[in-house]
């Protein structure tokens, strides 16, 4: 049996904006995906995934197929980039099957890179399993193939975070894990509102081809901010962390991306001392990040969303990307 993992991340800042070629500033996180692979005595991809309750076996023509297709089941992504990696590794998937199944403590659909952490520890497990080693780069490209499939014109941001872990830079297919030690200490809220990374990216994409100049110019002032976000988790200045994140989601709001659930937890958060929120990932529900100003803000902010039906978590900073066991 082979077996891997991969860490969920937070986009800090770039969301959206580094679909555009400007920088986007990452975070993994402590919530992780795990992959156990195991060989078939056919060939044939099968995925089972608890999470989306989904139990799907391919055979290797349809999986060679999906590029063409549109996406069916939310796991032909996963089935492609496994057959990447058999071909990658000089295994002939048309000779050799593989069962892969997956649990996430990665809420699905929420922004936390749930689908790029599955992909990644795919990778990993079958690399396990038949005992090869691949880069982190050709790992975290095997899972950019399905990623591709899932999301049509993804960054890439989702696969790095859960490849390298730590903090990391990502710039144009570029990525620089950063020197940063300090964690920031955010709560984040999933809003319950389901939402799909692809529609609103192309949403995104139809302001911008209909108003260019200005729309524009907000993701220009977008991709100003993981930078300046950086110099001030570096120096451990909250203030004007929480004053970015503040500015980034009004930015996030005038691109279209932004959702009522969104700004009540935003409002809910401010009213109890946070220093600043936004949502995180591709925004129209999903998850936001709060910064709150202490512990006793932190708690305040917590009672007062779960009063209100939302719940908040504590995430932890993950220094650790993918793990092959
Ligand atoms: O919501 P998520 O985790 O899928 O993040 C999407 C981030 C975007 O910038 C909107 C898209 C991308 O591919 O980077």
Redesign the pocket.
Known sequence: MGKASAPGKI?LS???S??YGYP?LVSAVSLRCFAYASSLPEPGIEIISKDLEVRQIYSPTEVYQLKDLPLNSKTDNLAFSALKTLEKIGINPLKQGISISLESEIPISA???S?AASAVSVVGAILSLFKKSLSSNEISSLAFEGEILA?G??????NAAATYGGYLRYENGNVSKLDIANEVPVLVCNTMVPRE?KA??ANVRKRYDSSPNIIGQILKALGQIPNAMIDSIAKQDFIALGNLMEINQGLLDSIGVGHHAIHKVISIAKEFGALGSKLT??GGG?CVIILPSDEDSENEIHRALKEQGFDSFRTRFSQEGVRIE
């Open positions: 986009i770039g969301e959206h580094v679909v986007a922004g936390l890179g689908s999301h014109t993804p960054s890439g941001v989702d990374t609103l990216v990932g591709a999903g």
